[in-house]
């Protein structure tokens, strides 16, 4: 099969080999949106897991709805980092990188390692795919890819010639060629090929021909691999299993982990749960994952519009199950005043928001957490409502929990903050035990809670228990005929009072039951309890924070993480803590949000790390922060951190310039 190849090679041959053993290694997938790259680096990751790998992974993908094919902004991409040791981001830098046509090429090419291993399908480098990319010569022909190895030969024509017996035409043939490439990459790391078999044959169980011809691309690939007599860049790393706890295993995305927490919680609640929901990127996994599980009392609504899908989320809160709703920023806003009213009605309620780029339509695809001031302060009026924050895709499960029981325990809404990486990355989740997990079942009033011990006066329905929930009354149930709704309610009666006293007492109530919810003390995740410096974060930041604060450490700096999940209300102990450290620096997918809230309540001098370009934080930005509280130069720490080169989404990717001619543009909506 070599024979059949043209294989190049370009850079430095004579450094060092990469090791048999690698720790860990970075491999990113890149090609047009229809070539297929979230779906080979989806089966790559479940290969990987399979292998005992701990991975994260980064998928990044256009704002368009389909790009026009071979475009700069039409790149769509897969990141994953695995490795034999904990892995918690998906990686700074590429070792690999596989660019399925010219604009890949360019778009993620200054992303990979000095010395890393590019390879390209020269099938797709033609003279008007060139254009589209903006190259003026190809890059094969010049020196432009000197200091990377570089493997390139015709994958398109392979895929064909391997697809041939099918008797698939081009268009459909060349459809195989992400499976080609796929089993490329598993001979590389020494991965199976029959779990992405039997994936095939379930997928096109209906159409054997196209699984037969999937799996012949996927052969094909790894015999290549095999057998192509390459020199130098083209070689197979074997990458340990990590040492894990002996269990049950899965991958696990952030939307499917939410998705399986929202009805674990429900189950725990023991009610039965409704979901309402309006497609909004990057939140509409939830909707179609949540549809997938009916049995388990779940029932389904695609509403016809934002305010729709909360309001039936409201209306069945009050019918007597666990209303749930989703969406992403322009969506929430949407949902604002609904939630007003959840609040006054006291009913519960879990708000999901995967946070992306704002304000308004935004970055559709890209990722954020600058919905941190909507979830904690966005209603008119004093609205407070509980916010929780998920960190990674394993932990968005117990969020969800832990959102449900608040929900129910306190008669509240309760918004449960993701975020688009956390949504679409996957990572491995070890199953847990359901006998491990403390139930909370809810009851419902049945008989009259009436003032004069009788059970024949006035029902109460705002009358408070020990944590200041009022009663959950079905609608229907004999003798308890009650009223609530959105405007000011009379303590206990539910009588419609407006009056200056009435309303501060509601007010004050309302406050106190929020003020009041019970939330774990706040642990230290890696270091002391002071010191010189707390790195604090929230969400999808745990992973970058994580490893930059593990690698200051090993230089014996004084610095420690502080990762909060309850974001509001905060936990009783965090202020004592923050106090104990001479500086607190808090990196932020926005302009210093969260920053903001821990000056207000406990008057710490926080410094913000901000980063706004749509991009997760590296490690190495969050390292070089970290050493600028021990150099010795006064007044350079924080700031702002600029869009970075290495990572997805690139700057020159992600967007229709507008330089295209009309006919070729595709606009999008908020909804994608």
Partial sequence: MASQAAAQT????????????????????AGDSGDGMQLTGGQFTLSTALAGNDLATFPDFPAEIRAPQGTLFGVSAFQINFGSTAIETAGDAPDVLVAMNPAALKTNLQALKPGGLVIIDTGEFTKRNLEKAKYATSPLDDDSLAKWQVLAFDISAQT?????????????????????????????????????????????????????????????????????????????????????DPGLYRTITGAEAVSLGLVAGAQLADLPMFFGGYPITPASAILHHLARL??????????????????????????????????????????????GLAIMTELPLVIVNSQRGGPSTGLPTKTEQSDLYQAVYGRNGDAPMPVIAARSPGDSFE?????????????????????????????????????TFTA???????TSNAVDGEGTGEILPYKRDEKGARPWIKPGTPGLMHRIGGIEKAVDTGHIDYSPANHQAMTDA???????????????????????????????????????????????????????????????????????????????????????????????????????????FQIAELEDAIGKYFDGIPGNEGGEVAANLQQLPTPESGHDDGTLPRDLRLHHDRDN
């Avoid at 039936?312 to 929430?332: C, D, K, M, Q, R």
């Avoid at 129910?408 to 309760?414: A, C, D, I, L, R």
Wanted: hydrophobic share 40%; glycine share 8%; net charge neutral.
């Fill in 510 to 616: 309302r406050k106190n039951k929020i003020d009041g919810v019970s939330v774990p003390d706040q642990d230290v995740c890696l270091g002391e309890t002071s010191g010189t410096l707390a790195v604090v974060g929230w969400g999808s930041t745990f992973g970058p924070i994580h490893q930059a604060v593990r690698r200051a450490r090993r230089k014996g700096l004084s610095v420690s993480h502080i990762h909060v999940r309850h974001i509001w209300p905060l936990p009783a102990n965090l202020g004592e803590l923050l106090r104990g450290f001479d500086n607190v620096l808090v990196p932020e997918m926005n302009t210093g949000q969260f920053k903001t809230v821990l000056r207000d309540q406990y008057l710490v001098d926080a410094t913000p790390l901000t980063k706004t370009s749509g991009q997760p």
């Fill in 160 to 244: 064909v010639e391997a697809v041939k017996p099918f008797g698939l035409g081009n268009k459909d043939a060349l459809r195989c060629k992400n499976m080609w490439t796929l089993g490329l990459a598993l001979w590389m790391f020494d991965r199976p090929r029959e779990p992405i078999h039997d994936w095939l044959k379930a997928k096109f169980r209906t159409k054997p021909e196209l699984a037969e011809a999937n799996s012949a691309a996927l052969d094909a690939g790894h015999a290549y691999g095999e057998t192509a007599e390459l020199a130098g860049p083209l070689q197979q790393l074997h990458v340990e299993p990590v040492a894990s």
């Fill in 440 to 446: 909370f079942p809810k009851t419902f009033m049945t």
């Fill in 10 to 29: 370009s850079g430095d041959t004579s450094q060092p080999a990469a090791a048999a053993n690698p720790e860990a290694v970075v491999v990113r997938f």
């Fill in 294 to 339: 009916k049995e388990f009392g779940v029932t389904t609504f695609q509403a016809e519009d934002e305010i729709a899908a909360i309001c039936a989320a409201i209306g069945a809160s009050y019918a007597g199950s666990l209303g749930v709703t989703s969406s992403s920023g322009p969506g929430i806003a949407l949902k604002g005043e609904a939630m």
């Fill in 399 to 435: 969020c969800a929990i832990e959102a449900c029981r608040i929900a129910t325990e306190y008669m509240t809404p309760v918004m449960l903050l993701t975020d688009g990486y956390i949504a679409n990355a996957a990572e491995p989740w070890k199953v847990p035990d359901p006998a």
